[in-house]
């Protein structure tokens, strides 16, 4: 067996003489089988390599010393390769930082079938010393190829690689890089090429040579890094056969679509705000009270507070994480932008990740590429029927949790979700790669997948622990459903129990926190979210809550599916059962159910469609069929929703979606020229979440949920406003700890004008802000 080893070098003067007397004298007793060739590829050395590597080549027979003018570590390992003929060419680093011991597996995996072997040194049997720093950088590369590539190869960048001639004749001349990605790329296409990649634990070890400076900057190579593996996948894409590049587009024009889709009522909202003169809140129009929560977070994460102050009710409480609307804070942040702009951008963001997790899904489901494409088309804008039962529930406006979910529950729809609030994108985004990579790695057995499972669950976890009750009782029923098959999958324990230790830390801190402080336990008693009756479940999730079971009869036929639909029935099956149990929050684990829902009914919908197609003639009658049916089953309550948007923005009420630029002037004001210790008092709900939202002061009241004793409090304000309580109103304002009133009217600043320990501070339209002047007033 004929073996070349090519030494990439490049002024390596100080080293190079004893990197190949070194290599030498550990393949001088190695197999006679085996003839080595050793290939010094000079890369336009400008000192004295050169000549060492002639002297070396004069002096050893199995020394070749081969000069290469165009600089580039890949140029330098090109023209070694293709300079001879053999069996099995590896390329290794001059500076011997992986132990030599370590060559001979190389060469024995390419030798036994691997087309390709890649030196590892995350490998579990791999030893490796190096800086903390260094392993830092190091883990960053890899996870970014590992999501920008999708390569399973674990150490890209080892420079300890051994290929075999199929590489070098079929791979090797496609190889765009010439430079340190060359290995790098030549690997990636390999795999992409469904060629046999074997991973070798290696030592490694990194010193300095004495004299020998490093040539590489870091930040400088961390940036042409990440321009490299974006440049690969680009070329990889066009490269791509003619129908795997349609769907790519096609997937590019859905996410597109549901970009634009669920902001048609935002852009229409700015237009009529700025057509009226008056300013848009960034109000929600389908949960509008929780909006102003989300701005105070964003505000206070923009302003650099990890912890998160209820700044709707006056009691001291202890500060609480809110991890996701931190990142969110700090985009507002770097990018100089106001909590609604944020909030929104922070939304358009977060869509394509959520079309990218739904999509990988979709492909892990079904080979067909039709039916990955309709089951996305369906999720994402899909909907139930609940517009044509609306009729019903128009006059019940007191009780909406009785409507159809597809009307007005934001997690229970895809489109919905994308349209609300960018942390139910996120929060979907992570249950659905959760659930894709715990399916995985069930199936495989990968504890590597359980892993990545863990982590996705962890980060959803942090923000919305109530998802644990899905995340953990979803595998345990589909455990138990394959025990009862007798179809036990591989390291499914241990696949459960990684995935559980993993994730459940940052559930059980969330759970545990409201328990350390008695308010925010009250608070969440509060927050109650009672699921609708199974009729509107059915109404809001429309065709679909019909045809997946015989979806899954379906597909659990098919070969190689039987645990997919088993997975997908567990999901279906324990979502139903949760939402109904006895949770205060049992409506928000209705995120996630829709998905498996459509999953399980694309078997039907496609068998059902080509029936149609072989039955219809000429094609456009059929086209025209399905789109009607299209429109009528699946769509109704997405255009409902976008139209319903739109409307109420342009008819603004309550008055909170667009206000006057007074009302701003005064939000304004609280921002920059109040004391950051303000707490104020308004008459009206909505002008509380204002101020607390929009003009980041503490309020007395604000929030349903947030707002400690709601209904207490609530009685006083109206007594205060009301000037009706016969006691002094001075000993309220004391005891409640207020140092602002705000009052929203003529009438109102009429009575209070007349009030002496109320100060006027600032006058915009109706509003005036009083400051209140406790001294000198007696109780």
């Given at each position: 067996m004929r073996v070349v080893v090519a030494i990439p070098a490049y002024n390596e003067e100080g080293i190079i003489s004893a990197t190949v007397k070194e290599l030498r004298r550990f393949l001088a007793d190695k197999p006679k089988d085996v003839s080595w060739t050793i290939v010094i590829a000079d890369n336009?050395?400008?000192?004295?390599?050169?000549?060492?590597?002639?002297?070396?080549?004069r002096e050893f027979a199995d020394v070749r010393y081969l000069p290469v003018p165009e600089r580039g570590k890949g140029m330098a390992i090109r023209d070694a390769w293709q300079s001879q003929e053999a069996d099995v060419y590896v390329f290794m680093d001059a500076d011997l930082s992986t132990d030599l011991r370590s060559l001979l597996p190389l060469v024995r995996a390419v030798a036994d079938g691997a087309d390709v072997a890649v030196g590892s040194r995350v490998h579990r049997d791999a030893r490796v010393r190096r800086a903390l720093p260094r392993r830092l950088i190091s883990l960053g590369y890899r996870l970014f190829a590992k999501i920008v590539l999708r390569t399973v190869v674990s150490d890209l960048a080892c420079g300890f690689k051994a290929v075999s001639p199929r590489v070098v004749r079929d791979i090797l001349p496609r190889v765009i890089d010439r430079r340190w990605f060359f290995d790098s790329e030549l690997v990636i296409r390999a795999e992409r090429a469904g060629l046999k990649i074997a991973e070798i634990p290696v030592n490694w070890h990194e010193e300095s040579v004495p004299g020998r400076r490093s040539k590489v900057s870091v930040f400088k190579v961390a940036g042409d890094y990440v321009r490299a593996c974006f440049g690969l996948r680009r070329a990889l894409a066009q490269?791509?056969?003619?129908?795997?590049?349609?769907?790519?587009?096609?997937?590019?024009?859905?996410?597109?679509?549901?970009?634009?889709?669920?902001?048609?009522?935002?852009?229409?909202?700015?237009?009529?705000?700025?057509?009226?003169?008056?300013?848009?809140?960034?109000?929600?129009?389908?949960?509008?009270?929780?909006?102003?929560?989300?701005f105070s977070q964003i505000a206070q994460a923009k302003a650099?507070?990890?912890?998160?102050?209820?700044?709707?009710?006056?009691?001291?409480?202890?500060?609480?994480?809110?991890?996701?609307?931190?990142c969110v804070g700090q985009l507002a942040r770097l990018l100089a932008l106001s909590p609604f702009a944020a909030y929104h951008l922070s939304r358009i963001l977060l869509i394509p990740c959520f079309v990218a997790a739904a999509y990988s899904f979709f492909r892990y489901i079904f080979r067909d590429a039709r039916a990955r494409l309709t089951g996305l088309t369906l999720f994402l804008f899909g909907s139930g029927v609940g517009p044509y039962f609306v009729f019903m529930f128009l006059g019940d406006t007191a009780h909406p949790e009785r409507w159809p979910i597809d009307l007005w529950v934001g997690e229970a729809n895809a489109f919905l979700t994308m349209m609300y609030s960018p942390h139910f994108v996120a929060s979907f985004a992570l249950l659905l790669l959760s659930m894709r990579w715990l399916l995985e790695a069930f199936?495989?057995?990968?504890?590597?997948?359980?892993?990545?499972?863990?982590?996705?669950?962890?980060?959803?976890?942090?923000?919305?622990p109530f998802q644990a009750a899905t995340l953990y009782a979803v595998p345990a029923a589909f455990l138990g459903l394959r025990a009862l098959r007798r179809a036990w999958p591989r390291r499914g324990l241990a696949v459960f129990l990684l995935f559980a230790c993993i994730s459940a830390p940052l559930a059980a801190f969330q759970v545990a926190f409201p328990l350390l402080d008695p308010l925010w336990k009250k608070i969440a008693d509060a927050n109650v979210c009672i699921t609708p009756p199974l009729v509107?479940?059915?109404?809001?999730?429309?065709?679909?809550?019909?045809?997946?079971?015989?979806?899954?009869?379906?597909?659990?036929?098919?070969?190689?599916?039987?645990?997919?639909?088993?997975?997908?029935?567990?999901?279906?099956?324990?979502?139903?059962?949760?939402?109904?149990?006895p949770f205060a929050f049992q409506r928000r684990l209705l995120e996630g159910l829709e998905f498996p829902l459509v999953v399980l009914s694309v078997p039907v919908i496609?068998?059902?469609?080509?029936?149609?197609?072989?039955a219809l003639r000429p094609p456009a009658v059929y086209y025209l069929i399905v789109s009607v049916v299209v429109l009528v089953l699946f769509l109704p309550a997405t255009l409902l929703t976008v139209v319903?948007?739109?409307?109420?923005?342009?008819?603004?009420?309550?008055?909170?979606?667009?206000?006057?630029?007074?009302?701003?002037?005064?939000?304004a004001w609280f921002r920059n020229a109040s004391p950051k210790t303000a707490v104020v008092l308004t008459s009206s709900g909505w002008l509380d979440g204002r101020v607390a939202g929009w003009g980041e002061r503490r309020v007395y009241v604000g929030h349903w949920v947030d707002t400690i004793d709601l209904k207490r409090k609530s009685q006083e304000v109206e007594k205060f406003f009301s000037l009706s309580d016969p006691a002094d109103p001075l000993v309220f304002l004391r005891s409640a700890g207020i140092t602002h009133v705000l009052a929203g009217s003529a009438a109102e600043t009429g009575r209070f004008d007349a009030l002496p320990f109320l100060r006027s501070m600032f006058s915009s339209g109706p509003y005036k802000v009083y400051e209140i002047d406790f001294g000198g007033h007696t109780e």
């Amino acid at each position: 067996m004929r073996v070349v080893v090519a030494i990439p070098a490049y002024n390596e003067e100080g080293i190079i003489s004893a990197t190949v007397k070194e290599l030498r004298r550990f393949l001088a007793d190695k197999p006679k089988d085996v003839s080595w060739t050793i290939v010094i590829a000079d890369n336009g050395s400008d000192d004295r390599t050169g000549e060492i590597g002639r002297d070396l080549a004069r002096e050893f027979a199995d020394v070749r010393y081969l000069p290469v003018p165009e600089r580039g570590k890949g140029m330098a390992i090109r023209d070694a390769w293709q300079s001879q003929e053999a069996d099995v060419y590896v390329f290794m680093d001059a500076d011997l930082s992986t132990d030599l011991r370590s060559l001979l597996p190389l060469v024995r995996a390419v030798a036994d079938g691997a087309d390709v072997a890649v030196g590892s040194r995350v490998h579990r049997d791999a030893r490796v010393r190096r800086a903390l720093p260094r392993r830092l950088i190091s883990l960053g590369y890899r996870l970014f190829a590992k999501i920008v590539l999708r390569t399973v190869v674990s150490d890209l960048a080892c420079g300890f690689k051994a290929v075999s001639p199929r590489v070098v004749r079929d791979i090797l001349p496609r190889v765009i890089d010439r430079r340190w990605f060359f290995d790098s790329e030549l690997v990636i296409r390999a795999e992409r090429a469904g060629l046999k990649i074997a991973e070798i634990p290696v030592n490694w070890h990194e010193e300095s040579v004495p004299g020998r400076r490093s040539k590489v900057s870091v930040f400088k190579v961390a940036g042409d890094y990440v321009r490299a593996c974006f440049g690969l996948r680009r070329a990889l894409a066009q490269e791509a056969p003619p129908e795997i590049r349609r769907e790519r587009k096609y997937v590019l024009a859905l996410t597109l679509a549901a970009v634009l889709l669920s902001s048609v009522p935002f852009v229409a909202g700015l237009i009529i705000a700025w057509w009226r003169g008056q300013v848009m809140t960034g109000t929600q129009f389908l949960s509008p009270g929780d909006t102003a929560v989300y701005f105070s977070q964003i505000a206070q994460a923009k302003a650099g507070h990890f912890f998160w102050e209820n700044a709707f009710t006056t009691e001291p409480m202890t500060p609480m994480p809110y991890f996701f609307w931190w990142c969110v804070g700090q985009l507002a942040r770097l990018l100089a932008l106001s909590p609604f702009a944020a909030y929104h951008l922070s939304r358009i963001l977060l869509i394509p990740c959520f079309v990218a997790a739904a999509y990988s899904f979709f492909r892990y489901i079904f080979r067909d590429a039709r039916a990955r494409l309709t089951g996305l088309t369906l999720f994402l804008f899909g909907s139930g029927v609940g517009p044509y039962f609306v009729f019903m529930f128009l006059g019940d406006t007191a009780h909406p949790e009785r409507w159809p979910i597809d009307l007005w529950v934001g997690e229970a729809n895809a489109f919905l979700t994308m349209m609300y609030s960018p942390h139910f994108v996120a929060s979907f985004a992570l249950l659905l790669l959760s659930m894709r990579w715990l399916l995985e790695a069930f199936e495989r057995g990968s504890l590597r997948r359980a892993t990545a499972a863990g982590l996705a669950a962890a980060a959803l976890l942090s923000f919305h622990p109530f998802q644990a009750a899905t995340l953990y009782a979803v595998p345990a029923a589909f455990l138990g459903l394959r025990a009862l098959r007798r179809a036990w999958p591989r390291r499914g324990l241990a696949v459960f129990l990684l995935f559980a230790c993993i994730s459940a830390p940052l559930a059980a801190f969330q759970v545990a926190f409201p328990l350390l402080d008695p308010l925010w336990k009250k608070i969440a008693d509060a927050n109650v979210c009672i699921t609708p009756p199974l009729v509107f479940l059915m109404i809001g999730f429309g065709a679909v809550s019909v045809l997946w079971p015989f979806g899954y009869a379906r597909l659990y036929r098919q070969a190689g599916a039987a645990a997919r639909s088993d997975f997908l029935f567990s999901w279906v099956i324990v979502g139903l059962l949760l939402v109904y149990l006895p949770f205060a929050f049992q409506r928000r684990l209705l995120e996630g159910l829709e998905f498996p829902l459509v999953v399980l009914s694309v078997p039907v919908i496609m068998a059902v469609a080509a029936k149609l197609r072989a039955a219809l003639r000429p094609p456009a009658v059929y086209y025209l069929i399905v789109s009607v049916v299209v429109l009528v089953l699946f769509l109704p309550a997405t255009l409902l929703t976008v139209v319903r948007g739109s409307v109420t923005y342009y008819k603004n009420q309550p008055p909170i979606f667009l206000v006057s630029k007074e009302e701003e002037a005064v939000m304004a004001w609280f921002r920059n020229a109040s004391p950051k210790t303000a707490v104020v008092l308004t008459s009206s709900g909505w002008l509380d979440g204002r101020v607390a939202g929009w003009g980041e002061r503490r309020v007395y009241v604000g929030h349903w949920v947030d707002t400690i004793d709601l209904k207490r409090k609530s009685q006083e304000v109206e007594k205060f406003f009301s000037l009706s309580d016969p006691a002094d109103p001075l000993v309220f304002l004391r005891s409640a700890g207020i140092t602002h009133v705000l009052a929203g009217s003529a009438a109102e600043t009429g009575r209070f004008d007349a009030l002496p320990f109320l100060r006027s501070m600032f006058s915009s339209g109706p509003y005036k802000v009083y400051e209140i002047d406790f001294g000198g007033h007696t109780e």
